[in-house]
């Protein structure tokens, strides 16, 4: 029944609805009220990492062993492109490189879905790679970075020691060093000075080291028979200077001497003289020749030779 209620000077006429009308007429105010604060609604699948994408840090350089300037910075979203904070990320190198290291090696978003770490590069030069992974998920990023050698440290032969040949040539192989950081990379710019000791020349008096970190002359051997040496050296390096040790041998036979002090000797006919007679064969800087074959002959006077 509907009843009437006196609000001062009005009157309002109020009815009762029916059960079934009164559940209907509730459901429709909830579908009201969710439609209205839809903006303000999440669903199932927001507020879960969708994606994760560099901000800053990519595609620095800096010398093996040290830290970037720049942090690695990534931003974690989800479907709808919000942040998502407390999120662990955590940072991996892709590929070997000794002395890796990041600080922290795992970091959790902030409110603003970012997550920071420091690279501290490999003791490799050249290019290395990170990846920012959100765990226990397939999401990744990936950062670049160029690793320059260190300062000069060490000076190694490579090759050119211990070799043989003839007075006044070029040996066979050039003489060759290398520059090297700490950790074993090429420097280059680096100059190496050379120096002929013993006779000879080398091809340069200096020489600044390749981008293999290697220097080079070609060594002319003196025209002294025996052992020669050269000398490469870079100042405060270890292992300089570094000694090249060669061996001279005679060059061909040009000329043939007697032997003054077995010259001229005299005895009793078909006696055997005292001592030997002896003749000395030369190459053009009067070196002597080894190897040789000597063909001996009675000229005058009669008698033998032996041999």
Known sequence: MPSLRDHGHQTVLVKRLPRSSRWFFLFALAGASLQCSSDNLTLPVEGVPANIDVVSGDDQRAEVGTPLADSLIVA???????????????????????GTDF???????????????RW?????????????RVVASTLKAVFHATGDPGPAATL????GDQQTGEVGTALADSLVVKVTDQFGNPVSGLSVAWSALGGGTVSAATVNTGANGQAAVQRV????????????????????????????????ATTMVKDPVTDGQFGLVGTELTDSIVVIVKDANGN????????????????????
């Not at 190694?156 to 090759?159: A, S, V």
């Open 120 to 132: 501290i590069l490999g003791h490799t030069m050249g290019a290395q790679d990170v990846e920012a």
């Open 288 to 307: 002597g020749v080894a190897g040789r074959s000597v063909l001996w002959t009675i000229a005058t006077g009669g008698g033998t030779v032996n041999p």
């Open 156 to 159: 190694t032969e490579i090759k």
């Open 76 to 98: 974690v979203t989800d479907s709808k492109d919000r942040p998502v904070a407390d999120t662990l990320v955590a940072f991996v190198l892709v590929g070997a490189n000794a």
């Open 103 to 117: 600080v922290p090696d795992t970091a959790r978003t902030d409110l603003n879905g970012l997550a920071r770490s």
């Open 221 to 252: 051997l003196g025209n002294t028979a025996g052992p020669q040496t050269a000398e490469a050296d870079a100042a405060g390096l270890n292992g300089s200077p570094l000694i090249f040790t060669h061996r001279a041998t005679a060059g061909s």
